[in-house]
């Protein structure tokens, strides 16, 4: 069997994690802090627990530059966890904000009811704004996007789901590209769109969006009614710089870029949690009709408990932040945007080599939306024999992890921030060597 040295793994998630951090994870499993107890075993209560806590939210707050007005949750369910907790609370968000505006408006407007009576008014208001207004935008431009879509429909209705593009519609049933912004359908201005959802990078389908959307930017005067951009962004949270005050949810799955599976990461919008955003009753959206969210997976409730509301995995909290501590060593001042270098670095290597031999690969998704974090291509057409003979002599030279998701098939290199440029230089060799031993 190979050494570690010897392989390097490409997986899509569980993906490699420094070995820095795994062999530092491996001393303080069996004593933490000479206490002669391992991490695992130490109360997610203890002021070890607390410290560990603030010290990756402080890293992860330095390396994506995080506003103050912004919180940061440490929870569990992973990126599906996550497809519902945003429909969840940012419904609720909804419903609070045009609940504020209906009693407002009905009170002032009729100073000589009284209390249930403005609140009867409030909420036959609220019925009918449900009914007309509620619509959660989504961009549909991979799997995950499309799962995420298809939990909001199943939550709240597909009535409420507003497809805003299906990139499929315009590549033959594949997720090929992302469409141009003037062939989107967002929901208009002042209609109601609680959110808008995208998944910045698509994991299965190696599509990503190259930068923020432009018609998303938030206007100027920052309206009331002006919808709320969420992202997922699972699988290339670290690798980028981000504006996070264009968003107002960012969450990842910790196991591609951060740390490792149990772990996700929630960057959410103070304005959205109590007290500038109250959570909206039990009682008033079972009246509306609408789902309420179990308590693990409220943003409010996690927020005001520190994230540890239940027993949280401190240890991969603990993982997470000593990734993002090797990194800002590493990196320095240029935080993110030195990792995003490499990592661009990397891509452009691999394509590369996979566009110079176009006659033996072929990239899946076009040019426009080539994910730097995700590189799926076929190799002969396609050819499933031929595949497998790549694979098998890929895994032979130590490059593991590398085939395609079982929706879609083919080769997927998860080029993630793990993966060091000798790692990617080495598959470069390889896919290399391949093509030129298929012409001789």
């Known amino acids: 069997m190979p050494s570690r040295s010897e392989v390097t793994y490409f997986g899509p998630g569980p993906a490699s994690i420094p070995t820095a951090v795994l062999e530092a994870g491996s001393k303080v499993l069996l004593d933490y802090e000479s206490t002669g107890i391992g991490l695992v075993e130490h109360s997610h209560r203890s002021a070890y627990a ?10 992860l707050a330095a390396l994506l530059e995080i506003p103050d007005d912004y919180d940061i949750l440490f ?16 419904v609720g968000a909804w419903v609070e904000r045009r609940r504020r505006k209906a009693e407002k408006e009905i009170s002032e407007g009729n100073s000589e009811l009284g209390k249930e009576e403005v609140e009867k008014r409030v909420l036959e208001r609220l019925r009918n704004e449900v009914k007309t207004d509620l619509k959660l935008d989504y961009l549909i431009t991979g799997s995950w996007s499309l799962k995420a879509s298809q939990e909001a429909a199943r939550l709240i209705g597909p009535e409420h789901v507003n497809v805003v593009l299906d990139a499929r519609q315009s590549s033959g049933g594949q997720f090929l590209d992302i469409p141009g912004e003037e062939t989107w359908k967002l929901t208009g201005e002042g209609k109601g769109a609680a959110f808008v959802y995208y998944c910045d990078n698509e994991t299965v389908d190696g599509v990503e969006f190259p930068a923020f959307p432009r018609c998303l930017d938030p206007s100027d005067e920052h309206k009331q009614d002006e919808p709320l951009v969420v992202a997922d962004m699972s699988s290339n949270i670290l690798s980028r710089r981000v504006d996070v005050r264009k968003f107002a949810v960012i969450f990842a799955g910790a196991q591609k870029n951060v740390g490792s599976t149990g772990l996700t990461l929630v960057i959410v919008r103070k304005s959205l949690l109590p007290p500038s955003t109250a959570t909206p009753a039990p009682s008033l959206l079972r009246a509306l009709g609408l789902p ?17 509301y239940n027993t ?9 932040g000593q990734v993002m501590d090797l990194q800002l060593s590493t990196y320095g001042d240029k935080k993110v945007s030195g990792m995003e270098d490499v990592a661009r670095k990397k891509a452009d290597l691999l394509y590369g080599v996979l566009d110079k031999y176009a006659d033996v690969y072929h990239v899946v998704p076009h040019k426009t939306a080539r994910s730097r974090m995700n590189i799926c291509f076929r190799v002969a057409g396609g050819n499933a024999d031929k595949e497998k003979e790549w694979l098998k002599g890929a895994e032979e030279k130590g490059l593991m992890g590398l085939k395609g998701h079982r929706s879609v098939g083919g080769i997927r290199i998860s080029n993630y921030n793990a993966i060091t440029e000798e ?14 031993s298929r012409k001789d």
Do not use: H
């Open 50 to 59: 607390n410290k560990i806590l603030a010290d990756t939210k402080a890293n």
């Open 312 to 320: 949280l995995s401190i240890f991969d909290v603990w993982i997470a």
């Open 292 to 308: 309420i969210p179990p308590v693990i997976l409220d943003y409010a409730t996690i927020a005001k408990n520190n994230s540890l």
């Open 423 to 436: 790692g990617a230089q080495k598959l470069a060799g390889y896919i290399e060597s391949y093509a030129q």
């Open 75 to 90: 929870m569990q369910g992973g990126g599906s966890g996550q497809f519902s907790a945003v429909v969840y609370n940012l």
